[in-house]
């Protein structure tokens, strides 16, 4: 990280150095999201009349529905509890991938480390 806050601080001394960092964190993130496509996240309609797990990158894996559920439900009140499933599981995938992130990044924060370079080379500096 040294060489990215070197970078974003306006030093562009080692970019060697800073380019293999990079590519040292797009390794980690590729096995990162490898580890994440196989965890299996679920979700639910307020009901609990469907249920949808999908796998750490956002597949869907599996849904369920309860058929006592369904005496209660038209189609289009089914299909709001599966679209209500689906982005509960979503929500569950989002905060995993934050967390994910987090401990890559070693912050608590979605900051982006090249934010002050970035904003430098705009400026022109």
């Known amino acids: 990280m040294r060489h990215v806050e070197s970078f974003a601080e306006g030093r562009p001394d080692d970019l060697t150095g800073l380019l293999r960092e990079a590519d040292g964190w797009s390794r980690t993130l590729a096995e990162a999201l490898g580890d994440l496509e196989e965890q299996r996240l679920t979700g639910a309609d307020p009901a609990e009349v469907v249920r949808v797990e999908v796998s750490g990158t956002g597949r869907l894996r599996q849904l369920s ?13 089914l299909a709001q509890a599966v679209q209500a499933a689906i982005v509960a599981a979503h929500l569950t995938m989002g905060e995993r991938l934050e967390e994910v992130v987090q401990g890559l990044t070693g912050t608590t924060s979605a900051a982006d480390p090249l934010e002050g370079h970035i904003r430098n080379v705009l400026r022109g500096e």
């Open 65 to 77: 529905i309860d058929p006592r559920g369904l005496r209660n439900l038209d189609h289009v009140q």
